[in-house]
């Protein structure tokens, strides 16, 4: 049995020592072990308990207790796989400094735990040199485990700061309403849009780095805020649609130069790409699907193009053919929106809260 016992206490090692690496140094999503299954799962644990107490405050603390649970789940492999390895070696090739040694199952935990926490306490001595070795390799497994685990956990922390400030750029510059015709206003004002493609190639770099951050620290996915305005679902539905209505709402001849300018494209092409990269690593199978508001889609786009007018912007003349294109082009994106709101718990209602509540527009009676 003692080979037994030694063998699965090396493949715990090695479990532990691959998730690191590919979840610190080698930070890819979808490449983990243990951490991605175990934040999905502790993900799922804590939307239940939300339910269940009716308190979606709750969910807020998922993110940081995913971590603590990652870390704490590091230790206890390599600690419980070193103590398995040790154990048969208690009493003969590790002795106790003084009375006679323990050799049940507890004692190897102890002496696995001060060598890997590098505590050093001494009243359990290796005597042959592979059990030297064995605690040379522990403590230096420890003390590099530690130091990875406070950079990791730093660098998250510092991702989710950058990703949050994002967040709360995109929700101010659309002035707290949270959708795409803000921002084409404040772009446009008095009909020139001569400063809005700086603003648009920063959010189009922005998106990819929301991407490459999400992609390194996956657990970033599971910092959940109970206010709309955090969420990725809203900070991607202002994006696209901010692509999308450049793309349908305005006069073609009038802002040529915009619509198909590199920043536009960027932005449309970048927010597709990241929208589909992170639907592909976050959410569950089955979770992204066709949502029929075509005729709620139209009636947003009305509502745009009267609030582009009254200020001045000139948009198509055919607005029935852009509000065509706009649904055709909506289509693309909008199930993946809705996939991510509904999976992190948000209403639709509160990430696409300007849709929701936008009046009829006049062009939907005089264009249908």
Known sequence: MNWLTQTIGIGLII???IDIFITVLYPRTGNSIVSLPLGRGIWQVFRWLARWLKSDRLMAYCGSVVLVVVAIFWIALFIIGFALVVWSMLGEEIVASQGKTPTDFGTAIYYSGFNFTTLGIGDLVPQSTIC???TILQAGLGFATFTVTLTYLLSVLNALTQRNLFALSLHHRTATKGNAAELLLSWGI???FDNGKQDITNMARDLLQ??????????????RFPEPHYSLARMLLITMDAATLIKTALCDREYKSLIHSTAVTELQSSGLYTLKQ????????GAIKSY?????WREWYYYVIQRLQFEGIKT???IETGAD???SLRREWNSEVAAFAKHMAYRWSDIASAESASPISPFNNSHR
Request: proline share 7%.
């Open 292 to 296: 029929s508001c075509e005729a709620q």
């Open 132 to 134: 030297r070795l064995l």
């Open 325 to 327: 294109k706009y649904v």
């Open 316 to 318: 198509p003349e055919d």
């Open 190 to 192: 008095g009909g020139e």
């Open 210 to 223: 929301l991407l490459e951050s999400h992609n390194s620290y996956p657990v970033l996915h599971y910092f």
């Open 15 to 17: 479990i532990a020592a």
């Open 278 to 285: 992170l639907a592909d690593s976050f959410l569950p199978q």
